[in-house]
């Protein structure tokens, strides 16, 4: 065959570009044809064919013809039997046609590759590839099918989800609200989970060798996802509990200036890179917290610093304004326009302009204001763009209680 796929580093870059028009896909119908360019290059076939589930039977819903297969581009009605076959198997098929009559004929000869797109439990469709005149998918095609047979039911199942979107909006906007968490959820989950699976697969390959340092390079890589995972779990499970209201508070009488000390210490520890300055001005303030969410809002105000006002100085001033005690946590990177200083507590909001540069999710400040209300306080924050950003916490003091 004339075809040739890339090895070795090439090849996990290309998986990589293979999964990253995934993720980056906005168009299903626009993104396949660079799907199969990039397939073409980790494992070789003549034709490829997805098809899809609707109303009982299996439709065509994308073909390509490329090398061999061209000649036949008019006809995408391939190897029907061969697909119902993959589609009851619910599996990983191959097969190939019985040779039959002069030798010349075995270009001719279809080896087929199918496996079912899966969304969930749920078999939706199946994907194909044939080759013609082989030579047979040995199990590195067939690992290299599976990877890309998911990835492209990932893509159509996040394609249902943003056209289920389109059609429930308008009429039920809080449906289309509940089905846009999912996608965002699943989405952000997505990232992480992709590059862990996919540095996995390649690490556990059994045709290379790698040397220690890539060892360790892909080994790093997964380690920080797997934290990245954690910490969105974490993020979205106290999203939702503290919107349905069970998130529990431990509330107990505290001394603020403790609590910050005690926070300060401990991001000391984890962050070497932040340069913060802790100023009480007003000493054995006491108020009525959890002191373990209090210190989750000002880590996750810390983290904010530290991803978006890089290289800043971060005071956290502690004074006290009538009934109240105040918080500053004050920062002197990029601020933030006027348009979404309220938006950003909302919930998966992230201000366009950072969102390609910095990753997260947009749960951080949803998470500060909720423990805030929940503690009978407010968070505001407050921003001239290239002024550096406040954030202004008031809790309301516990009178007379000197107890801590
Ligand atoms: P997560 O915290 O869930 O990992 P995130 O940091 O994007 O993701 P939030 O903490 O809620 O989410 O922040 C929302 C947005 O507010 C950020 O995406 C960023 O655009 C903006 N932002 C937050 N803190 C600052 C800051 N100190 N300076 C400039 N912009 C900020
Ligand atoms: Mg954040």
């Known amino acids: 065959m004339g075809d040739r796929t890339v090895s070795g580093k090439a090849y996990i870059e290309t998986l990589f570009k293979f999964s990253k028009l995934i993720s980056h896909a906005e168009d299903v119908s626009i993104v396949f044809p660079d799907l199969v360019e990039q397939a073409r290059k980790l494992i070789i076939f003549d034709n490829f064919v997805i098809y899809l589930e609707e109303k009982g039977e299996l439709r065509p819903a994308f073909a390509r013809s490329v090398g061999r297969g061209r000649s036949k581009e008019a006809d995408i009605a391939w190897g029907e039997s061969f697909i119902e076959?993959?589609?009851?198997?619910?599996?990983?098929?191959?097969?190939?046609?019985?040779?039959?009559?002069?030798?010349?004929?075995?270009?001719?000869?279809?080896?087929?590759?199918?496996?079912?797109?899966?969304?969930?439990?749920?078999?939706?469709?199946?994907?194909?590839?044939?080759?013609?005149?082989?030579?047979?998918?040995?199990?590195?095609?067939?690992?290299?099918?599976?990877?890309?047979?998911?990835?492209?039911?990932?893509?159509l199942e996040r394609d249902v989800l943003v056209s289920t979107i389109a059609q429930i909006?308008?009429?039920?906007?809080?449906?289309?609200?509940?089905?846009?968490?999912?996608?965002?959820?699943?989405?952000?989950?997505?990232?992480?989970?992709?590059?862990?699976?996919?540095?996995?697969?390649?690490?556990?390959?059994?045709?290379?060798?790698?040397?220690?340092?890539?060892?360790?390079?892909?080994?790093?890589?997964?380690?920080e996802e797997a934290d990245r995972l954690q910490e969105l779990i974490d993020n979205l499970l106290d999203s939702s509990r503290l919107q349905s209201g069970t998130l529990q508070m431990n509330l107990q009488v505290v001394r603020l200036d403790a609590v910050l000390r005690d926070m300060i210490q401990r991001s000391q520890l984890r962050e070497i890179d932040v340069n913060l300055e802790l100023e009480i001005e007003s000493q054995g303030v006491i108020v009525q917290a959890d002191p373990m969410r209090l210190g989750q809002v000002f880590d996750n105000l810390i983290n904010n610093a530290i991803k978006y006002a890089p290289r800043s100085t971060v005071i956290i001033r502690l004074f006290v304004d009538g009934d109240d005690a105040v918080i500053k946590v004050i920062d002197d990177g990029p601020g933030i326009d006027k348009e979404h200083l309220e938006r950003i507590f909302q919930r998966f909001y992230r201000v366009p302009e950072t969102r390609m540069a910095v990753r997260g999710s947009g749960l951080g400040l949803y998470i500060c204001r909720q423990i805030i209300i929940a503690h009978d306080g407010t968070i505001k924050a407050e921003s001239d763009t290239g002024q550096g950003t406040t954030f202004y916490i008031t809790l309301p003091i516990v009178e007379g209680d000197e107890s801590v």
Request: proline fraction near 5%; avoid cysteine; hydrophobic fraction near 35%.
């Open 169 to 223: 909006e308008g009429s039920q906007r809080m449906w289309a609200m509940q089905e846009n968490f999912v996608a965002t959820v699943s989405h952000d989950l997505r990232t992480p989970l992709g590059f862990i699976k996919g540095y996995t697969t390649t690490l556990l390959r059994e045709d290379t060798n790698w040397d220690v340092p890539t060892y360790r390079e892909f080994l790093g890589i997964i380690d």
């Open 85 to 155: 076959k993959v589609f009851e198997s619910n599996k990983l098929t191959t097969h190939q046609d019985v040779v039959q009559g002069p030798n010349d004929d075995r270009l001719k000869i279809p080896y087929y590759i199918g496996s079912p797109l899966r969304h969930g439990k749920t078999t939706v469709g199946v994907l194909i590839m044939i080759r013609f005149g082989g030579p047979e998918f040995n199990s590195q095609d067939q690992q290299t099918f599976t990877f890309i047979a998911d990835h492209i039911a990932q893509l």
